[in-house]
């Protein structure tokens, strides 16, 4: 069974950056999309950003330019550098990869 395992969630102040990490427990995670959506209290998952085997790149647009997906094919990891970090950024946030999801880490920034 896949395992994926988040790390790097935080409070942080509005402007600052925080870098997210997913590490799956299967190779194969490193040749299909994988992307990290969020989620606030009341309102659905949404993505954030995914990247595919080859590397393409999809953003949500309230990310886009702030925002950078990247992955470490070696390590079986994906990464979420947030930068410029706004308080609507705050959610938990979820990496999703192999039709598995990981725990959520949450995220949370201040005004």
């Known amino acids: 069974q896949v395992q994926l395992v988040e790390s790097g969630g935080g409070l942080v102040q509005a402007g600052g950056s925080l870098r997210l990490s997913c590490a799956a427990s299967?190779?194969?995670?490193?040749?299909?999309?994988r992307g990290w959506y969020r989620q606030t209290p009341g309102k659905p998952r949404e993505m954030v950003a995914t990247?595919?085997?080859?590397?393409?790149?999809n953003y949500a647009d309230s990310v886009k330019g702030r925002f950078t997906i990247s992955r470490d094919s070696a390590k079986n990891t994906i990464y979420l550098q947030m930068n410029n970090l706004k308080p609507e950024d705050t959610a938990v946030y979820y990496c999703n990869g192999v039709g598995t999801w990981g725990q959520g880490t949450q995220v949370t920034v201040s005004s």
């Open positions: 990247i595919t085997g080859s590397g393409t790149t």
């Open positions: 299967i190779s194969i995670f490193n040749i299909l999309t």
